[in-house]
């Protein structure tokens, strides 16, 4: 009866609401800001708005009063009414409406910015110094710190005028109860604003909130934490709202993923308790899976004494604030080392992974270079490949040329996924593409593909592509159905990992590469030229 409650309970609430956040110095920067005016937010003069509209007027007050509190929050000294005003400030935040908010945080991204005329004239000081000669011998050593006595005082003053007024605050927030969830939900908000308008300022707030997370959030700050059924249903209703990659259908869907044959872990941290911050999904298998149906619906799973392969098939965030730090690879890495140290006969540790962008990078090289026009940029398929679906098409009239056919086809999935035929034909080419695009596709020297990337960047390698390995409409939709292995081998991984960051290489497997190998009849009709 009350594994019943909980399930309900996990279920109504991970469905039926949003999550919704729980409402939770140094000396010379702390009189820089005590000095300073209190800053007007824009419609807003020594407190009063300038509108006419009462509902207007209402929602400008509130955001003064917000602004009222963030300065006390930086300005205060005294921990009682520094914990109150930073309650406030939080309070209030929440309850601001999105366009507010957004005000607020150009607010605090422009008007408690480091001072830039402190940082001039600090710099002409320095510039303004004389190095001492190197071929003059010092008498002794106090003299040669003498000589340098105004160099370390100036940079020790420059280190300090560095820092922008509103590290105060994150400082602040930080070590305040609630205060990293309300910093989480604070970047959340201003990277989504950023993705609406990419405005410098903002840009410039954004980079040094998620500096300080990254310090923050470090695995020495993190608790690894094994999930299972027995967790609370407050953490397991976390688990079911965000999985991201293969959403959770039902309650025993989600049994199955924490039960015998599989594993869930997250990483928590002390000031968010009961809420990992990301976590990954492990199946225990006797071989790497080739596809997500013998993951997710083959029943039942092997007995865990028989697995030799830990297969990461599924890692998800909770934070959308902590987008850009990447706690992934510790928590591969930890569970990894975990996997180990229980189940030694456990020596394959693998994922089936998605290819999230490759039917768009597909799509657009089959784009015609102008609108109505059939000529292609690019001709991605081999003479064999345009004939046969030529043929395998003759009927359906899909186009003049191999490459029209190929971008009809794939537009329309159910054209071609429900037919043996069209689905044979198209195995070869969608394959050898999708290997082109994993090991060869890039940007700023790096994979093309975001999951590659991560991956690669972990020091994992590309191990085997599998054709129809996940049958879901988003996976159609992403990569025809096409799911990646990459395989971590453990005594390769920082090998591979410097590699990949140095040089931009992709380790692959013989099996992927041949994908990308001349054909023989190709290499023969060379011969014969």
């Given amino acids: 009866m009350n594994n019943n409650r909980k399930a309900l309970s996990i279920f109504m609430r991970a469905r ?4 919704s956040p729980t409402t939770f110095v140094c000396v010379n920067e702390q009189n820089r800001i005590n000095q300073m005016q209190f800053p007007p937010i824009d419609g807003v003069r020594n407190g009063k708005v300038s509108t006419s509209q009462d509902a207007s007027a209402t929602l400008h007050t509130d955001v003064v009063r917000v602004q009222q509190s963030m300065h006390a929050a930086m300005s205060m000294n005294k921990t009682e009414i520094l914990d ?27 008007e408690y910015d480091l001072n830039r005329k402190q940082v001039r004239d600090l710099m002409k000081q320095y510039l303004g110094l004389e190095l001492p000669s190197s ?19 100036i940079e020790r003053n420059l280190r300090e005028s560095l820092k922008p007024m509103y590290e105060v605050l994150f400082e602040r927030l930080n070590t305040h109860p609630g205060g990293l969830r309300f910093l989480s939900i604070m970047r959340a908000d201003i990277l989504s604003f950023l993705a609406e308008e990419n405005t410098a300022v903002l840009r410039a707030l954004d980079s040094y909130l998620k500096e300080k997370l990254i310090t923050w959030l470090s695995p020495a700050n993190l608790q690894l934490h094994h999930i299972t059924w027995d967790d609370s249903a407050s953490l397991l209703e976390k688990i079911v709202a965000h999985e991201a990659v293969h959403p959770i259908s039902n309650l025993l869907d989600l049994k199955r993923r924490l039960g015998m044959g599989r594993r869930c872990f997250g990483y928590l941290h002390p000031a968010i308790p009961g809420e990992p911050l990301i976590f990954i999904e492990v199946a225990l298998m ?31 965030s909770t934070q959308p604030g902590l987008s850009g730090i990447n706690l992934g690879k510790f928590l591969i890495k930890r569970v990894i080392d975990v996997v180990r140290r229980d189940m030694p006969t456990i020596s394959t540790f693998a994922t089936l992974s998605p290819i999230p962008g490759y039917m768009q990078w597909l799509l657009s090289k089959l784009a015609p270079t102008e609108i109505s026009d059939s000529t292609f940029s690019e001709n991605l398929l081999t003479p064999e490949e345009e004939s046969a679906l030529l043929e395998a098409t003759e009927e359906l009239n899909m186009g003049k040329n191999g490459m029209e056919v190929l971008r009809n086809l794939l537009s329309s999935s159910e054209k071609w996924i429900n037919s043996e035929k069209l689905a044979s034909v198209l195995r070869i080419p969608l394959m050898r593409l999708c290997a082109r695009y994993l090991l060869q596709e890039k940007k700023r020297g790096k994979a093309l593909d975001s999951v590659g990337n991560f991956h690669l960047q972990n020091g994992a390698m590309v191990g085997r592509i599998n054709w129809m390995a996940d049958l879901s409409e988003k996976g159609i939709k992403q990569s025809a159905g096409i799911m990646v292995n990459y395989i971590y081998e453990v ?17 692959a497997s013989d099996e992927v590469r041949s994908y990308l190998e001349p054909r023989q009849e190709d290499h023969q009709e060379e011969i014969k030229d």
Avoid at 491 to 507: K, P, V
Wanted: proline share 6%.
């Fill in 84 to 110: 109150v005003a930073l309650d406030d400030f939080s309070e209030g935040y929440y309850g601001l409406p999105n366009e507010n908010r957004r005000a607020l945080l150009l607010t605090l991204a422009r």
């Fill in 491 to 507: 005594e390769h991984i920082e090998e591979n990992a410097q590699s990949y960051f140095g040089d931009g290489e992709i380790g």
């Fill in 286 to 316: 006797k071989h790497v899976a080739q596809t997500i149906q013998e993951v997710l619906w083959d029943d039942p799973p092997i007995p865990e004494c028989e697995a030799t392969c830990a297969l990461f098939y599924s890692i998800s």
């Fill in 16 to 19: 039926m609401r949003p999550l």
């Fill in 135 to 153: 071929d003059k011998p010092l008498e002794n050593a106090h003299e040669g710190e003498g000589s340098f006595s105004a160099f370390y005082r």
